[in-house]
């Protein structure tokens, strides 16, 4: 079983930059598709990114297409989220998870979930 630990959210104006990074402990990470999630307050949670088990193939929500990439380190047991031209909408919390199976852009396909992290954008 994986355990997932997001960090570096926090504070930005709009139109900066954050990158996110989500720590795996308990088994490779090259075992699991991966995604990024966010979930605003009183807001359904949302798809972001993914990216398959080598990183070879990724896909993200239109919104953030050209601004957000998503990478993994399979020898770090690390996923990135790097998300430039921040906009104020885009403040959620951020939750990284995995999927031994199909991944995709549906919450119900991923059974392992961090934390979260607190993205903030405002001026």
């Known amino acids: 079983q994986v355990q997932l630990v997001e960090s570096g959210g926090g504070l930005v104006q709009p139109g900066g930059s954050l990158r996110l990074s989500c720590a795996a402990t308990g088994r490779t990470l090259n075992s699991y598709r991966m995604g990024w999630f966010r979930q605003a307050p009183g807001k359904e949670r949302e798809f972001v990114a993914a990216i398959n088990w080598i990183g070879r193939t990724t896909y993200a929500t239109d919104s953030v297409k050209g601004r957000f990439t998503i990478s993994r380190d399979n020898a770090k047991n690390t996923l990135y989220l790097q998300m430039n031209s921040l906009e104020p909408e885009e403040t959620a919390v951020y939750y990284c998870?995995?999927?031994?199976?199909?991944?995709?852009?549906?919450?119900?396909?991923?059974?392992?979930w961090g934390q979260g992290t607190q993205v903030t954008v405002s001026s």
């Open positions: 998870a995995a999927s031994p199976y199909t991944g995709g852009d549906s919450p119900r396909n991923y059974g392992y």
